[in-house]
Nanobody
Framework: QEQLVESGGGLVQPGGSLRLSCAAS??????MGWFRQAPGLQREFVAL???????NYAASVRGRFTISRDNAKNTVYLQTNSLKAEDTAVYYC??????????WGQGTQVTVSS
């Protein structure tokens, strides 16, 4: 079974940056990306990137976050800049390879606080 392993979360002050990573153990996914879930709220889309490098972002992070991928390493990255308190959430990596079910990582906590 495919595993997605996230890393890079942590505690950061407002205005700071973090770089999240997500490594896939086996498959090359056609689309990889990130969702996040804050306490008491539904999981929401953050960003995605296709195998050819096309990207899409949620309006709330556009201009602050940058998604990229290294297909040779089967890894996707999320560079988060100008972090705000409302970015605090568990960030989940996902991978799509139709017709297989979406694969999810276990999540990594990002906390933005002074």
């Amino acid at each position: 079974q495919e595993q997605l392993v996230e890393s890079g979360g942590g505690l950061v002050q407002p205005g700071g940056s973090l770089r999240l990573s997500c490594a896939a153990s086996q498959k090359i996914f056609s689309v990889m990306g990130w969702f996040r879930q804050a306490p008491g709220l539904q999981r929401e889309f953050v960003a995605l990137i296709t195998v050819s490098g096309n990207t899409n972002y949620a309006a709330s992070v556009r201009g602050r976050f940058t998604i990229s991928r290294d297909n040779a390493k089967n890894t996707v990255y999320l560079q988060t800049n100008s972090l705000k308190a409302e970015d605090t959430a568990v960030y989940y990596c996902f991978g799509d390879k139709p017709p297989l079910p979406r694969a999810w990582g276990q999540g990594t906590q990002v906390t933005v606080s002074s």
